[in-house]
């Protein structure tokens, strides 16, 4: 089992910068990637940007040239770094892990809000 806490999250002005960690703990060792992903109501969870262990990354179109993914994996910790910040953007942002034997872990979320 994989237990995963985000931190961070909050109200922003557009235009501006927020960054969201997630810390994970328990079987450590078995998480490969590790990702946000984001949701807003009504609408489907959506991949914002995923890293692997070795460091590959891969970002959605509409935040790639704006967030910063990272991961620390001797601290078990992934941070998304947000700048340029649109309205868009408001979701819950979602910590998620895939371990090397392919099990899915989730955070609870936390709340992201850029006012115009």
């Known amino acids: 089992q994989v237990q995963l806490v985000e931190s961070g999250g909050g109200l922003v002005q557009a235009g501006g910068t927020l960054s969201i960690s997630c810390l994970a703990s328990?079987?450590?060792?078995?998480?490969?990637?590790m990702a946000w992903y984001r949701q807003t109501p009504g609408k489907q969870r959506e991949l914002v940007g995923v890293?692997?262990?070795?460091?590959?990354?891969v970002y959605d179109d509409s935040v790639k040239d704006r967030f910063i993914i990272s991961r620390d994996n001797a601290k078990n910790t992934v941070s998304l770094q947000m700048n340029g910040l649109k309205p868009e953007d408001s979701a819950v942002y979602y910590c998620?892990?895939?371990?090397?034997?392919?099990?899915?872990?989730w955070g609870r979320g936390t709340q992201v809000t850029v006012s115009s």
């Open positions: 890293i692997s262990r070795s460091g590959s990354i």
């Open positions: 998620h892990i895939k371990t090397w034997d392919l099990r899915v872990y």
């Open positions: 328990g079987d450590t060792k078995s998480i490969n990637k």
